[in-house]
């Protein structure tokens, strides 16, 4: 158990519609960082929040946005929709901003869109 | 950009055997980290081992143990003594500091089977 926590475990749900991932990190780490792993694209950063500020961005869709709030958990939205978005969403969460430091994943989230 | 290339999709070790994964990475940064994470069957990443590319001696941990070759841009994986438990996914990731902030660039994996 790496102290990081994503909730839901799975979802599915039809084209064109919202959800949200949520991610809580581990205590006292400031960094959240997100991750999609699906079949075709393989494993890609997302984006990176620390202590509530956007840091980094990767290859995430316009489609997609995330914000960290004050307690330090952080959100995933993914709207709109489509076939291709099925994946695996990954938390992780440092103690530091930089990437050279250890990120500890959580368990991830099963994305079905149908 | 830089890009990390794992080019063994699939591995097979007997059980006690001792296994390399390769990993090459494509950088101009001088300054940089790489890791080697493991997915097994439950989806959780682990890390395994990390190096830090300004560190010439190679990194170990217990079974585990890099053979890092900064010039040929080349950071392989050894498992020792191997073990069911090994049984799993495994990624290369590479970290290039500056203003990357916490991003990290991973290669496609490398599924390791254990066979008893």
């Known amino acids: 158990d790496s102290g990081v926590t994503q909730t839901p475990k799975h979802l599915i749900t039809a084209t064109g519609q919202r959800v949200t991932l949520r991610c809580s990190p581990r205590?006292?780490?400031?960094?959240v960082y997100w991750y999609q792993q699906s079949l075709d694209q393989g494993l890609q950063f997302l984006i990176q929040y620390y202590n509530g500020e956007e840091r980094a961005k990767g290859n995430i869709l316009e489609r997609f946005s995330a914000q960290q709030f004050p307690d330090l958990h952080s959100e995933l939205n993914l709207s709109s929709l489509e076939l291709g978005d099925s994946a695996l969403y990954f938390c992780?969460?440092?103690?530091?901003?930089?990437?050279?430091?250890?990120?500890?994943f959580g368990p991830g989230t099963r994305l079905t869109v149908t | 950009a830089q890009t990390v290339t794992q080019s063994q999709p699939e591995m097979s070790v007997q059980e006690a055997e001792t296994v390399t994964l390769s990993c090459t990475y494509d950088?101009?940064?001088?300054?940089?980290?790489l890791f080697w994470y493991k997915q097994p069957p439950s989806r959780q990443m682990i890390l395994v081992i990390r190096?830090?590319?300004?560190?010439?001696q190679n990194a170990t941990e217990n079974r585990f143990s890099v053979n890092f070759q900064k010039a040929a841009k080349s950071f392989s994986l050894k498992i020792s003594d191997s073990q069911l438990g090994d049984a799993a996914m495994y990624f290369c990731a590479y970290y290039a500091g500056g203003t990357s902030y916490g991003k990290l660039t991973f290669g496609q994996g490398t599924i390791l089977t254990v066979h008893p």
């Open positions: 992780a969460s440092s103690e530091r901003t930089s990437g050279a430091y250890e990120q500890y």
């Open positions: 950088t101009s940064e001088s300054d940089y980290y």
């Open positions: 205590s006292g780490d400031l960094s």
């Open positions: 190096q830090e590319a300004y560190k010439q």
